[in-house]
T-cell receptor, first 115, second 117 residues
Framework: SAVISQKPSRDICQRGTSLTIQCQVDSQVTMMFWYRQQPGQSLTLIATANQGSEATYESGFVIDKFPISRPNLTFSTLTVSNMSPEDSSIYLC????????????FGQGTRLTVV | AQSVTQLGSHVSVSEGALVLLRCNYSSSVPPYLFWYVQYPNQGLQLLLKYTSAATLVKGINGFEAEFKKSETSFHLTKPSAHMSDAAEYFCAVRRVSGSSNTGKLIFGQGTTLQVKP
């Protein structure tokens, strides 16, 4: 199993600013994933964060808007840049522990409101 | 391509009644399927998973799901609903690329379960 800590748990931000969300895992994992859950919607994968290489973004998401860092095997950050009210969502970090466990674990999420 | 469809965005049951949340999947390869629950203001918690072993999967909190290949379904059931079961439920399939397990999940739209006293 894996225990994931996300910070902050929630924030209210002004439009045009940026917020960095941190994800810390209690064990080393190869891949970490960032999902977005817009209000009343399901989860959509933003990107895969791989240690030692550039993050891989899904269609509709770009690095300039959602830069990701992965400095080691237990930590990642997602930045939401130049925020607008449309970015108000829950952002969740997820991991799939080695060796390619069949279960994905999720953090508690960061509830972001942009005003 | 893989996909998941949850039938019914809202389901309302009385306390003690049967809970049935529907999920249909599309996958060109044998799927790994999951049900997650999300309580208000919380992250996702795994209820159960299907990984090509037994077709009837038992999970936490009295939930179970049956994998039916012929119907491409993985419906979630619980014999008797509790008030504490009120939450959002997500069905998901693990995305596969070629023969590789990507670790990524494709989620259904979610079903909100309301339990009435």
């Amino acid at each position: 199993s894996a225990v994931i800590s996300q910070k902050p748990s929630r924030d209210i931000c002004q439009r045009g600013t940026s917020l960095t969300i941190q994800c810390q895992v209690d064990s080393q994992v190869t891949m970490m994933f960032w999902y977005r859950q817009q209000p009343g919607q399901s989860l959509t994968l933003i990107a895969t964060a791989n240690q030692g290489s550039e993050a891989t973004y899904e269609s509709g998401f770009v690095i300039d808007k959602f830069p990701i860092s992965r400095p080691n095997l237990t930590f990642s950050t997602l930045t939401v840049s130049n925020m607008s009210p449309e970015d108000s969502s829950i952002y969740l970090c997820s991991v799939d522990p080695e060796p390619m466990n069949t279960e994905a674990f999720f953090g508690q999420g960061t509830r972001l409101t942009v005003v | 391509a893989q996909s998941v469809t949850q039938l019914g965005s809202h389901v309302s049951v009385s306390e003690g009644a049967l809970v049935l949340l529907r999920c249909n999947y599309s996958s060109s390869v044998p799927p790994y399927l999951f049900w997650y629950v999300q309580y208000p203001n919380q992250g996702l918690q795994l209820l159960l998973k299907y990984t090509s072993a037994a077709t009837l999967v038992k999970g936490i909190n009295g939930f179970e799901a049956e994998f039916k290949k012929s119907e491409t379904s993985f419906h979630l059931t619980k014999p008797s609903a509790h008030m504490s079961d009120a939450a959002e439920y997500f069905c998901a399939v693990r995305r596969v690329s070629g023969s590789s397990n990507t670790g990524k999940l494709i989620f259904g739209q979610g079903t909100t379960l309301q339990v009435k006293p």
